[in-house]
């Protein structure tokens, strides 16, 4: 038997070598620029330059002077974009002259020559979507009484799509709920791993968090986007959509994927915050809920409708704790209640580490969004509470960071979670 592990060991390195090959090659002698806005007129040239060439891939769009914006471009377009921000009066300064290198860095230093050990430890690699929902069954079989595994829905690739419920194991069915998901964009993979420290908080450091559990049970999807997330593995480190592919017309470009927080029905398509561009990063689909992978978490919203108080929607990267609305600068009736939690995270954490967040609607804070799931989630559903949490940044373009800054990340946004939930529990 010794023959077969190693031989399936060398098949691990050998996949894993061409994947690396891949990603490098797609991105060979891309580069990277930080964009600098000086004022309030050069901040709304730099969102309009980032909306009107979809080939130019901004990573954040600065929406204060005092923020620097990124973006990603293929070599052959360098001197356009040069050209354009110097007739826009932007200052920049190239980053990284060839991105390829640090994607190869970064697939080495996450690279394992032995299958993982479950229950996985988040702070050890990235791990991919099928080693998380093993990781869910092994949970399920450790913590018989207190762990539920369900496939709520598929992807549009046919990957289970598995949600871990997580209780107290008094089998109460009238208990209110938390539900957390991740990965809805694909690249941002420090968030499934904040789903796992959130099982192993709840679950292996019980003692220190039943009060969590006394009242409320934790649903959590740790990757919406799973075939989007595993191309970002395979292929494009910076893939953000899903795979579905669109199909735009005979003789057209076809481009795959659609965003899926601009895929929700809640306003839907409004030319503010989305895009009907096929090949844009922020396309909104053909029409709401065209994406499996959204189905999904609107069925498991509607599932607990009535007893989910607090809908927790992880991405990265910023520092934000972001609230509905998207779409206007208006606010929501509850807007001050989900005020008190997000500032109960952000003094818990500056507390704790001195790091600070930015916080409030997410129309003023960031940018406009049209179709995201927190607003669905109050718009539509009427859960009290909703929150898209922007982790915080890491590694050389903040969505990369590397394995070595994971533990950090994930225990300074544990504790704004947790500080989120008791004010939750206290108010509802």
């Not at 871990?164 to 109460?172: L, S």
């Amino acid at each position: 038997m010794w023959w077969r592990n190693n031989f399936q060991i060398l098949f691990g390195l050998v996949l894993i070598g061409v994947t690396f090959v891949r990603s490098f090659e797609l991105y060979k002698n891309y580069k990277i620029y930080n964009v600098y806005a000086q004022d309030e007129h050069q901040l709304r040239s730099l969102y309009e330059l980032s909306k009107a060439n979809r080939k130019y891939d901004f990573l954040n769009v600065a929406r204060r002077p005092e923020d620097i914006s990124k973006v990603l471009i293929p070599p052959q377009l360098n001197d356009e974009l040069r050209e354009s921000l110097e007739r826009l009066q932007l200052n920049f300064t190239l980053l990284h002259d060839d991105i390829s290198e640090v994607i190869l860095k970064e697939r080495q230093e996450n690279l394992r020559n032995t299958p993982p050990e479950y229950p996985l430890n988040a702070f050890e690699r990235y791990y991919r979507h099928d080693e998380i929902n093993t990781h869910l069954e092994v949970l399920a079989q450790l913590y018989p009484t207190r762990v539920y595994v369900k496939t709520f829905g598929w992807s549009y690739e046919r990957r289970p799509l598995k949600v871990i419920t997580i209780t107290n194991g008094d089998k109460r069915h009238d208990k209110k709920v938390i539900f957390v998901d991740a990965a809805m964009h694909a690249r941002e993979w420090i968030t499934p791993a904040m789903t796992l420290h959130i099982m192993r908080e709840l679950l292996e450091n019980y003692e220190n968090n039943k009060d969590l559990l006394e009242e409320y049970d934790w649903v959590i999807l740790p990757v919406v986007n799973a075939d989007g997330y595993e191309y970002s593995h395979e292929v494009s480190r910076y893939w953000r959509k899903t795979r579905r592919p669109n199909n735009v017309g005979v003789g057209e470009e076809e481009c795959y994927g659609t965003d899926p927080n601009r895929n929700f029905d809640h306003h839907w398509g409004w030319e503010e915050g989305a895009s009907p561009d096929p090949c844009d990063e922020t396309y909104h689909g053909d029409k709401a809920f065209s994406e499996p992978e959204t189905q999904v978490v609107r069925d498991i919203l509607h599932t607990y409708r009535g007893r989910m108080m607090w809908y927790l929607t992880l991405h990265s990267y910023g520092n934000y704790f972001l609230l509905p609305w998207g779409h206007t600068n208006e606010l929501p009736d509850n807007y001050f209640d989900m005020m008190d939690v997000a500032d109960a995270a952000a003094m818990a954490i500056v507390r704790a580490t001195g790091s600070s967040y930015t916080y409030g609607n997410t129309y003023q804070v960031m940018y406009p969004t049209s179709g995201d799931s927190a607003d669905y989630a109050v718009g539509e559903v009427k859960i009290p509470i909703a929150i898209c949490i922007e982790m915080s940044a890491g590694g050389f373009l903040g969505f990369d960071p590397p394995v070595r800054q994971i533990e950090q990340i994930l225990e300074e946004t544990w504790i704004g979670v947790r500080a989120m939930a008791e004010v939750v529990i206290e108010k509802y």
